[in-house]
C-alpha cells in the first residue's frame, strides 16, 4: 500500500529511511480527515488503527508511537519497546526500529550521522525548544543531541558530524506568540531575536525553524537541513497537505496528527 508523504532530502547513508507522512491516504473523517494517527485527539480509535496499520505496511517497518508532553526526556528504543512511554524524543541503533514523532504544527527534528550507526527524532515546540522547566540550555534539541554524542557505536563523533533534518511546522507568518515567550528565548540566546517579527501590541510572528536551527548551530551542529521557513514547509499554511492544530482546533474542535519517522534499514 502507499501512503503519500515526503521523503527528506539529505545525504544520508543508504542505510537510512526517513519518511514524513501527511493528511493525505487514511480513513479518518473530518476533522481528522483522513490520515490521523494520534490517538489522542478524539478520534475514533478503529481509524486510527487503521491510518497506523496503512503507515507501518507502507514503510514495511511498525512505527514506535510516544506520549509526547513537550518536555526534553529522550527514550533509548530497541525492538522491545512498547508504544506509548512519554517522551518527546528516541533513539536507536537497532535496525527496523522506528524512531517516531507526531506533530500538527510543532518541529519534527531527525538526527542521523554520516556512517548511519544511529538514527534519532525529537518533537520540538517552543517549549520543548526553550527547555521550558528545565535547566538553561537543556531543549529537547540540546538533550537529543548529548544522547547521539554518546553513542558507543560512533566512538570520538563531534556535533560538527552529525546531520539534521527540519521537517514541516507552523511557519513564521502563522506563529503568533506572547512578548514572554520570546523573552524566554532572548534571555538564554541574543541571536534568537532575529526569530521574532513584531505583529500586535505584546506578541510576535515566530519562526520556530530558525530558532532550531539557531539553537542546534550554536550546539556545534553543522549540518542542517528542510525547513527553510518558507511557505511549502508551514503547516498552517497548507491546508490539503497537512493537520494544523492552531488552524483547525478552535474552528472544527480537533484536528489530527502526522508522523515524521526515521529507521535503519534491515537489510
Known sequence: MTVPGWVPEWPVASRVKAFLST??????????????????????????????????????VAPVFLQQVHGNEVLDMDASTAQGLTADACWTAQPGVVCTIMVADCLPVLFTEPSG???????????GLAGWGAPAGQGVLEATLARCLRSSATPGLRAADVQVWLGPCIGPQAFEVGAEVRA????????????????????????????????????????????????????????????????????????????????????
Open 23 to 60: 493528511r493525505q491516504g487514511g480513513v479518518s473523517l473530518a476533522p481528522w480527515q483522513s490520515l490521523n494517527l494520534g490517538d489522542h485527539v478524539g478520534d475514533m480509535p478503529a481509524h486510527v488503527a487503521a491510518n497506523r496499520g496503512r503507515l507501518a505496511q507502507a514503510l514495511g
Open 117 to 127: 550507526t544511529w538514527v534519532a527524532a525529537a518533537h520540538a515546540g517552543w517549549r
Open 184 to 267: 524566554i528565548f532572548c534571555a538564554d540566546d541574543p541571536d534568537a531575536a532575529a526569530a521574532f517579527t513584531p505583529h500586535q501590541a505584546h506578541t510576535y510572528w515566530a519562526d520556530l525553524a530558525l530558532l532550531a536551527r539557531l539553537r542546534l548551530q550554536r550546539a556545534g551542529v553543522t549540518s542542517i537541513y528542510g525547513n527553510d521557513g518558507s511557505a511549502r514547509w508551514c503547516t498552517h499554511r497548507q491546508a490539503s497537505l497537512f493537520f494544523s492544530h492552531r488552524r483547525d482546533a478552535a474552528k472544527l474542535g480537533s484536528t489530527g496528527r502526522m508522523a515524521a519517522c526515521i529507521w535503519l534499514d534491515q537489510g
